[in-house]
């Protein structure tokens, strides 16, 4: 994703790169923090374990020393209780210092790993492959097996009627007493009905702005009450935007 990511962040500064970022996906995005995570939990893991070799190996040669510092010391009281005997010659102690020196330096030898222990002891980086098919050349939402349902967005210049487009959406129902067809389950906001299937007295005095999506400004249209019943859901008192006699299509 292009993300410049250092040591320093922290999981919750990734999240907030990765979020951020425009080329953000979430499932992708989850997917990338996860293995950037278990690298570092590997890295950690493999710092400790060397760590804690390098304690054994140290404890190790200390003791050793301490052995054999004991067994000289022994030899030498032993030597001293024969009497007029010849002294064997001891070993020449070094100065602590340069005993430390040298058990170091050994330690730097014998713990660090050799090779690439990167490549070794890590796990390769996960390539992202998509959630659907696991294939590895594209992402979830560029996958051919998701059924994508195609809506209509627009019909232009068709033969057929437009009647029989809104025929599931169609229903009889008796609206302020005169039957005609309802138009349901739009969506829309507003109600809209016909000046002549209403009455002056209908009228609320209240007025809606409204705006078509290929209309430049907005249009002023009464309110009137609307009384609607139909078997299915009753009888309802509603308010309706009232629209010229001429556009009358013999729908509400």
């Given at each position: 994703?292009?993300?410049?990511?250092?040591?320093?962040?922290?999981?919750?500064?990734?999240?907030?790169?990765?979020?951020?970022?425009?080329?953000?996906?979430?499932?992708?995005?989850?997917?990338?923090?996860?293995?950037?995570?278990?690298?570092?939990?590997?890295?950690?893991?493999?710092?400790?374990?060397?760590?804690?070799?390098?304690?054994?190996?140290?404890?190790?040669?200390?003791?050793?020393?301490?052995?054999?510092?004991?067994?000289?010391?022994?030899?030498?009281?032993?030597?001293?209780?024969?009497?007029?005997?010849?002294?064997?010659?001891?070993?020449?102690k070094e100065h602590p210092a340069?005993?430390?020196?040298?058990?170091?330096?050994?330690?730097?030898?014998?713990?660090?790993?050799?090779?690439?222990?990167?490549?070794?002891?890590?796990?390769?980086?996960?390539?992202?492959?998509?959630?659907?098919?696991?294939s590895t050349s594209h992402l979830?939402?560029?996958?051919?097996?998701?059924?994508?349902?195609?809506?209509?967005?627009?019909?232009?210049?068709?033969?057929?009627?437009?009647?029989?487009?809104?025929?599931?959406?169609?229903?009889?129902?008796?609206?302020?007493?005169?039957?005609?067809?309802?138009?349901?389950?739009?969506?829309?906001?507003?109600?809209?009905?016909?000046?002549?299937?209403?009455?002056?007295?209908?009228?609320?005095?209240?007025?809606?702005?409204?705006?078509?999506?290929?209309?430049?400004?907005?249009?002023?249209?009464?309110?009137?009450?609307?009384?609607?019943?139909?078997?299915?859901?009753?009888?309802?008192?509603?308010?309706?935007?009232?629209?010229?006699?001429?556009?009358?299509?013999?729908?509400?």
């Open positions: 994703m292009g993300l410049e990511i250092t040591s320093e962040d922290r999981v919750i500064d990734i999240c907030k790169k990765i979020k951020n970022s425009p080329d953000y996906e979430e499932e992708f995005a989850r997917g990338q923090l996860d293995v950037i995570v278990q690298e570092w939990e590997s890295e950690i893991a493999q710092a400790e374990l060397v760590r804690k070799e390098r304690e054994t190996e140290r404890a190790y040669e200390l003791e050793k020393l301490k052995v054999a510092s004991a067994a000289e010391t022994v030899s030498l009281n032993s030597t001293c209780s024969k009497g007029n005997r010849a002294r064997p010659n001891s070993p020449k340069k005993n430390a020196e040298k058990t170091e330096h050994q330690f730097g030898k014998t713990s660090a790993p050799k090779g690439n222990w990167r490549s070794e002891k890590f796990e390769r980086r996960t390539q992202p492959a998509c959630y659907i098919c696991h979830r939402p560029k996958c051919p097996q998701i059924n994508k349902s195609k809506e209509l967005v627009n019909r232009v210049g068709i033969s057929e009627q437009v009647e029989n487009l809104f025929v599931p959406y169609l229903s009889k129902a008796l609206v302020n007493d005169e039957e005609m067809d309802i138009l349901r389950d739009t969506g829309a906001s507003i109600y809209i009905v016909s000046r002549n299937r209403v009455r002056p007295e209908n009228f609320t005095g209240e007025v809606v702005f409204v705006k078509q999506p290929l209309d430049a400004e907005f249009r002023c249209l009464p309110l009137s009450k609307v009384e609607i019943q139909n078997p299915e859901f009753g009888c309802i008192i509603t308010k309706a935007a009232v629209i010229d006699a001429q556009l009358d299509s013999d729908w509400y």
